[in-house]
């Protein structure tokens, strides 16, 4: 049975890995010229330039994604970085105990914890609850619930699901506190402080980071070396190796239809490949509104068609510089305040700067030079899409005057980057958008609010059409690359369902 997918992102080649797996001869059709969507990082001049990737969930066995990362490639082969820190952010106001305007967020957590109470012996209960919720979440056994799609399950199954019910309990009772709730019920200025700075002053659920911290402290959230490229390409070749193929430079226009069925597809350049199902590993919105012309839908996804109850993630600027010499004991990732306010063509003000510096990274630039980048995240995504068509030289102008402020700021933090930047790349979201097509340039999908722990907001199928189904980072809010491959992974366990298909997943840890 033939199955076209569209996109060549982490879910669409996981997906096309899992198919293959079972029996289905697939194809996939990208519009650009490279695998990975937003996982990706190119060369300039003798820099790699990276998205961004920073961790990945899973990175080691104690993480029950190792398990499905593992089914598709050998994760042995890829040497992962565990940092010593996940972040340092610099405050403003507060000290701590030793006069340091830096709070360190340690990856192991006894360290942390040491390091909170020495900063703050009288938040002792408030820190051994925050460090606590980080051990639960490390003891709870969640991988026979992984590898399975709920809606699949015979009664007799899910009554099993009972065992989990202290977990879904307890996630639901976690997933109310915020960084700024937790920092109130701090005494400590200096740990209030950075607790309210964690997602850069804005209040999100405290999970987003708890849940990958307790798993830095288990070595199973780390940095590939060698970034997205070593990580795509694994995943590529052995999509290859099992018989897959992909087209490059085959944007898809339309999904074909015919009595309530996806029949194939047709491509921008007029041709129409056929298949017997089609799955969809593109953005959710192009999928749904565009290629599909917003005849599949009801009232749950119409409203999120107009961004209802659930917030679009943030896209990016993402400033990439080239740097002709290196950072010993520098931060690899430091957040820090700036004297005054900078402010980025597409208005959004910024009074801190994220800095991140691949100096444990050394395949990314030659020796005795370094791979910086600073990212900034935005909401007005359209302002560069719009300005980018309608204006190109402005557009470019732009990127330039920005770039250049943001490496003045960075010579005044660090020093010595002016007269050593040899390479500058600025990524916007017009660049998100033209390479991925991820609806408002959002970096991975939706933005976990309230909804952090709801089911696929973007269904594997939707109403009135058989034969088509979808998987992406749109798929659970939070995205990300764990997201990618869980919801691949699914959508191919209901595809064989619904062709009689028995499903075979790939090398078993
Ligand atoms: C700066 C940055 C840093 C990040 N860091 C991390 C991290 O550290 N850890 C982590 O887990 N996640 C991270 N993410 C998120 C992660 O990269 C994404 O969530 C994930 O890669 C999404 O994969 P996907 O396959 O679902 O979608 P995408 O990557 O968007 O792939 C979709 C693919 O479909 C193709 N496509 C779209 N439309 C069409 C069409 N009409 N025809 C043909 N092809 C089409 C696109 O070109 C693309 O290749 C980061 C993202 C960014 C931007």
């Known amino acids: 049975m033939k199955v076209n997918i569209i996109g060549a992102g982490v879910s669409g080649i996981s997906a096309g890995c899992y198919l293959q797996m079972c029996g289905f001869k697939t194809v996939i059709f990208e519009r650009s010229g490279r695998p990975g969507g937003l996982c990706t990082s190119w060369k300039k ?182 970034g997205a490229a070593v990580f795509i390409n694994k995943l590529k070749d052995k999509y290859l190796e099992l018989g897959g193929s992909i087209q490059y430079h085959s944007p898809v226009l339309k999904v074909l239809t015919a009595d309530g069925r996806a029949t194939g597809l047709l491509l921008e350049s007029g041709d129409k490949v056929s298949s017997e199902v089609v799955l969809s590993a593109a953005d959710w919105y192009f999928t749904v509104f565009k290629a599909l012309d917003g005849k599949y839908v009801n009232k749950t996804i119409r409203s999120l068609g107009r961004q209802g109850k659930l917030k679009v993630y943030y896209s990016i600027i993402l400033v990439s510089l080239g740097i002709g010499r290196t950072f010993d004991d520098v931060s690899h990732f430091l957040r820090f305040p700036l004297d005054h306010e900078l402010v980025s063509p597409d208005g959004t003000a910024y009074s801190r700067l994220e800095s991140h510096i691949y100096n444990y990274d050394p395949t990314l630039a030659p020796e005795g030079k370094t791979m910086v980048s600073v990212c900034f995240y935005t909401r007005n995504a359209d302002y560069w899409v719009n300005l980018r068509e309608a204006d190109p030289d402005k557009y470019d102008k732009s990127k330039n005057d920005f770039a250049s402020e943001v490496i003045d700021l960075m010579e005044k933090k660090f020093g010595n980057i002016k007269q050593y930047t040899e390479e500058v790349d600025v990524a916007t979201p017009a660049t998100l958008s033209r390479y991925t097509n991820n609806w408002k340039g959002s970096a991975q999908g939706w933005l976990p609010g309230k909804n952090m722990i709801a089911q696929s907001p973007v269904e594997f199928t939707l109403p009135g059409i058989k034969n088509f189904y979808y998987t992406g980072h749109w798929s659970i809010p939070g995205g990300g690359l764990p997201v990618a491959i869980k919801s691949a992974r699914d959508a191919v366990q209901i595809i064989c369902r619904d062709s009689g298909q028995k499903f075979v997943p790939g090398n078993q840890v």
């Open 45 to 226: 001049g003798d820099y790699t330039f990276e998205s961004g990737f920073q961790w990945l969930l899973g990175s080691g066995p104690a993480n029950p994604f190792y398990q499905l990362w593992s089914e598709l490639l050998d994760m042995k082969s890829i040497q992962f970085v565990n940092h010593e820190s996940r972040m340092d952010i610099e405050l403003k106001h507060a000290r701590s105990i030793k006069g340091d305007s830096v709070f360190h967020l340690y990856t192991n957590l006894g360290t942390l914890r040491s390091y909170m109470i020495e900063n703050s012996p009288g938040d002792q209960v408030v820190i051994d609850q925050f460090i606590q919720r980080m051990r639960k979440i490390q003891s709870f056994e969640i991988p026979p619930q992984i590898k399975k799609v709920p809606a699949l399950l015979p009664l007799s199954e899910k009554i099993k699901y009972i065992r989990y019910l202290p977990l879904l309990w307890f996630l639901n009772r976690i997933k109310k506190e915020t960084n700024f709730t937790f920092a109130s019920k701090l005494k400590s200025p200096f740990l209030r402080e950075a607790f309210e700075l964690l997602f850069d002053g804005d209040e999100l659920p405290l999970m987003i980071i708890s849940m990958p911290l307790a798993y830095n402290d288990m070595h199973a959230s780390g940095y590939p070396l060698g």
